[in-house]
């Protein structure tokens, strides 16, 4: 167990809705990342957050927005879903805004 | 960006095998991780190693950073190994950093 958590674990939804994930960083640790791991694309940074703050983008989608609240849990926004949209995605935290991250279970979306 | 490739991509080995897994980087990096994920596709943390050599048990891991290279040892493996190995690299700056992954190495243990 990494200390890590997200929610739910599993999303099953349809093409054009609206989704949004969770993640619980490891206790004092200050950053959050998501990832995406796709069949075609691997695993994918997705945006990085440091203590409420942007600080790192990846091939994140427009239809896609995070945000880390002041007690430190982040959300992930996927709106407009696409069936491409199915995938693993994760949450990983470390203490500062580099170092090692830590990942959570993750949370599998399918896109029907 | 950084560029990560693994090899090799898949190994099949009998329970009690030794392996090795290379991870090659095409920049500079203060940061590289290894991890494993298992069947339920959670990724556990291996290794943190930027550079030198560690040791878990039967896992260790090197990392040449001037060379641009880590290498991940499996000895005597057991079939609780099998699962797909990533390395994975990045290069902070200025307090952001991302991790770029590479493709895995898909090990499969043999009873």
């Known amino acids: 167990d990494s200390g890590v958590t997200q929610t739910p674990k599993h999303l099953i939804t349809a093409t054009g809705q609206r989704v949004t994930l969770r993640c619980s960083p490891r206790?004092?640790?200050?950053?959050v990342y998501w990832y995406q791991q796709s069949l075609d694309q691997g695993l994918q940074f997705l945006i990085q957050?440091?203590?409420?703050?942007?600080?790192a983008k990846g091939n994140i989608l427009e239809r896609f927005s995070a945000q880390q609240f002041p007690d430190l849990h982040s959300e992930l926004n996927l709106s407009s879903l696409e069936l491409g949209d199915s995938a693993l995605y994760f949450c990983?935290?470390?203490?500062?805004?580099?170092?090692?991250?830590?990942f959570g279970p993750g949370t599998r979306l399918t896109v029907t | 960006g950084i560029q990560v490739e693994q090899s090799p991509p898949d190994l099949i080995l009998q329970e009690g095998a030794n392996s090795t897994l290379r991870c090659n980087f095409s920049?500079?990096?203060?940061?590289l991780q290894w991890f494993h994920q298992n069947p339920w596709g959670q990724l556990i943390n291996l290794f943190y190693i930027p550079s030198g050599t560690k040791q878990n048990g039967r896992l260790s891991a090197t990392t040449v950073a001037t060379e641009r290279y880590s290498l991940l040892y499996i000895s005597s493996s057991q079939t609780t190994d099998s699962g797909v190995y990533f390395c994975a690299a990045g290069r902070s700056n200025f307090g952001n950093e991302k991790l770029t992954f590479g493709t895995g190495t898909r090990l499969t243990i043999i009873p």
């Open positions: 957050y440091y203590n409420g703050e942007e600080r």
């Open positions: 206790s004092g640790d200050l950053s």
């Open positions: 920049d500079s990096v203060n940061n």
């Open positions: 990983a935290s470390s203490a500062q805004g580099f170092g090692e991250q830590y």
